[in-house]
């Protein structure tokens, strides 16, 4: 049995903020924040390991690219350069002490350091993702709260289907045929490239060199070169972002649906709350919290179809030269760009983390 001591006017305490069981205000997040921050070392570090493994099982990285082309001593003095004679634990930890530096290594098929092809490509890459993303926002979150709002209705039907087509085509195929169509037989939109030959000569004119096209092209003040760029962009955007767009879709919808049949939704449709406002103030920030959560698994798939994508389109980012370094068996290459887009997938689920404790504080504890 408890004893609640009460002051001389006989009104109990009020709890203090140290009191056992109760949560300094901003504990939680500061806390969760990080652990979420803590997570993304080791993250880092197996997803790295394994990719290590994986290049090394095919044996050095020297004989793959060069093995054949080379007579057997040259090979030899290149593998001792390199350092891949060594003993396999040691040439992990230089590779671990490297990108630690930022010196992901030197490439073998045109020497040049894995770092300086990450930063002269990773901007395309970047770009047609933030493109495909604005894809995915755009069709999929509003299409996923129309199909909520028309529950098993005809709308719903289709749209639903919709979203597993979209989801089930492979993004080539996808890319394919939006150049079939918008291309080769309507002659609206470019084939393939981020801009043509006369809107990079303008923008290499003006001396703007981000990497990234829309930005470079406003730098040159000329509405064509702008419009140009986009036009570009707007097929292999599409086709990459409708992929997310189908998972939105369905994920809003479903969220969305769950959120409606809550008891203080009911409660408010009870004290007649009507059913937009229902949608809009009440069922739609619980839903947010699962949306946010898996926008950074989509970011992962992003940059996974990119690959696709930028090769279908001869979009010139690091899918499109990740495919020639595997053609030409550079793995020191590959095993770099595939590092890199690890350490980004790791710290884009760290910010939507962050941002979905911020939505909903739930989360944090």
């Known amino acids: 049995m408890t004893t609640i001591t009460t002051d001389e006017t006989g009104t109990a305490p009020a709890p203090s903020a140290t009191t056992p069981g109760r949560r300094r205000p901003g504990g939680g997040l500061g806390r969760y924040l990080l652990v979420r921050f803590l ?14 493994v994986m290049m090394r099982s095919t044996g050095d990285p020297i004989t793959a690219a060069l093995g054949g082309r080379l ?12 350092g891949y004679d060594r003993p396999l634990i040691q040439q992990y930890l230089d590779y671990l002490g490297g990108i630690l530096r930022g010196d992901f290594g030197t490439t073998i098929s045109d020497n040049r350091p894995v770092t300086e092809v990450l930063l002269t490509y990773g901007t395309a890459t970047l770009e047609l993702a933030m493109y495909a993303l604005l894809v995915a926002f755009v ?14 209705r005809g709308v719903d039907a289709t749209l639903r289907v919709s979203a597993v087509v979209a989801y089930a085509t492979p993004v080539f195929f996808a890319g394919m045929l939006l150049k079939l169509v918008f291309s080769v037989w309507l002659g609206w939109l470019p084939v393939a490239g981020r801009a043509s030959t006369g809107a990079e000569i303008q923008m290499q004119r003006k001396g703007s060199d981000t990497g990234i096209y829309l930005i470079d092209a406003i730098s040159t003040g000329d509405g064509d070169v702008v419009v140009d760029v986009l036009q570009h962009a707007v097929l292999p955007a599409v086709a990459l972002g409708l992929l997310t767009a189908g998972v939105f ?10 959120s409606l049949a809550t008891g203080y939704v009911e409660a408010a449709r009870s004290r007649g709350v009507p059913e937009r406002r229902l949608l809009r103030k009440h069922a739609w920030r619980p839903a947010l919290v699962p949306i946010i959560t898996v926008i950074g698994l989509q970011i992962a798939m992003l940059l996974a179809g990119a690959v696709l994508t930028e090769t279908t389109f001869e979009w010139k980012g690091l899918g499109f030269q990740l495919v020639q370094y595997l053609l030409a068996r550079d793995y020191v290459a590959v095993q770099g760009m595939v590092a890199l887009l690890a350490v980004i997938v790791a710290l884009t689920n760290f910010v939507v983390d962050v941002i979905a404790a911020l939505v909903d504080p739930r989360v944090r504890f």
């Open 39 to 52: 997570l993304i070392f080791p993250t880092i570090l197996i997803l790295v390991t394994t990719v290590f």
């Open 139 to 152: 069709v999929g979150i509003p299409l996923g709260r129309l199909a909520a709002a028309r529950r098993d």
């Open 71 to 82: 007579t057997p001593e040259q090979l030899a003095e290149r593998i001792h350069e390199a």
């Open 249 to 258: 879709l369905r994920l809003v919808r479903t969220n969305v649906i769950g």
